[in-house]
């Protein structure tokens, strides 16, 4: 049986330090049935010269017109996908060789499941030390309230059904959360396939996007709740736990840029005691001299 084609998507800007990294993780895949999209989202670095170096046809090049939001630049190359899935890798992560043959088992199965995910590393750049991030085994099935509770999926290990990111999309309105609202969305209406292997590796660093943008973070994330209907099952059930994921959130950008004193008071107050131990720790040690992984969700 012929392999099904994957299309890798790719969305850059000004990615050159690691881009070079990632796209030879591709391509090493002992799967080979597979086209890359790579977005250049008007990039000024260095990022087209790295990209012609890799000679392979299945690596098709687009440069927008001009510099557009994140999820604007997925929806534009989810246009050119051919593939029957879809994947995304950021220009700074990378895949081992086996990652998407390891995942033929869903292309087979995939009448039964909408779209798969899966565990990874966390590299933590400064450091140069690789951790795993969840300690969990990820379930199958429809898994929108295990996501409300722990929210594990990170984009580079997702694999999607063309139709289906199609039909979904990704909220451009969203600049730090359309892929949380992306995978919820479509995690309501079909099964998931889980594969806790560690396959894919996250680069964690001072430049990532959502680390330096906290208090969008937490506005984007309070636009979200606000416009749910809480008389779905999901998020009934869920609401409690996402209100105080939405305080947690307002905490951490507050005593990262303010640092009132009346702040404390509202830590105190804070019910979860993990979380509020590290609201404590961030509020009272300079973030310069404690390694404190901040988790969104």
């Not at 039964?112 to 795993?132: A, L, P, R």
Request: charged content about 30%; hydrophobic content about 40%; aromatic content about 18%.
């Amino acid at each position: 049986m012929k392999e099904r084609l994957v299309s890798i998507i790719i969305n850059c800007h000004n990615g050159e330090k690691y881009l070079f990294e990632t796209l030879k993780s591709i391509q090493n895949q002992k799967y080979k049935n597979f086209e890359v999209i790579f977005i250049d989202n008007c990039s000024t670095d260095n990022t087209y010269k790295i990209f012609k170096k890799v000679k392979d046809r299945r690596f098709k090049y687009f440069k927008t017109k001009k510099k557009i939001k994140l999820y604007n630049a997925r929806n534009f190359a989810l246009k050119k996908c051919k593939g029957d899935f879809i994947t995304f890798l950021d220009a700074d992560d990378w895949w081992n060789e086996n990652f998407l043959s390891s995942r033929k088992s869903f292309f087979k199965s995939s009448d039964d499941y909408g779209f798969s995910y899966s565990n990874c590393f966390h590299f933590f750049e400064n450091s140069k030390k690789t951790k795993i991030f969840s300690k969990s085994k990820f379930p199958s099935g429809f898994v929108t309230n295990y996501l409300l509770n722990d929210y594990v999926v990170k984009m580079g290990t997702i694999i999607i059904k063309k139709r289906i990111a199609k039909l979904y999309k990704f909220n451009q309105n969203y600049n730090i959360i359309g892929d949380f609202d992306f995978i919820l969305r479509v995690s309501e209406k079909f099964k998931a396939k889980a594969f806790n292997d560690l396959l894919v590796t996250i680069r964690i660093h001072q430049n990532n996007f959502s680390h330096n943008n906290r208090k969008l973070f937490y506005s984007e994330f309070k636009n979200w709740v606000k416009s749910k209907n809480l008389d779905n099952s999901y998020y009934r059930q869920n609401k409690r736990k996402l209100f105080l994921k939405l305080e947690y959130l307002r905490l951490v950008y507050l005593i990262l840029e303010e640092k009132r004193l009346n702040l404390i008071v509202d830590i105190i107050k804070y019910p979860l005691l993990l979380q509020k131990l590290k609201l404590a720790l961030i509020f009272f040690v300079p973030i310069s001299l404690i390694k404190l992984k901040l988790k969104y969700f």
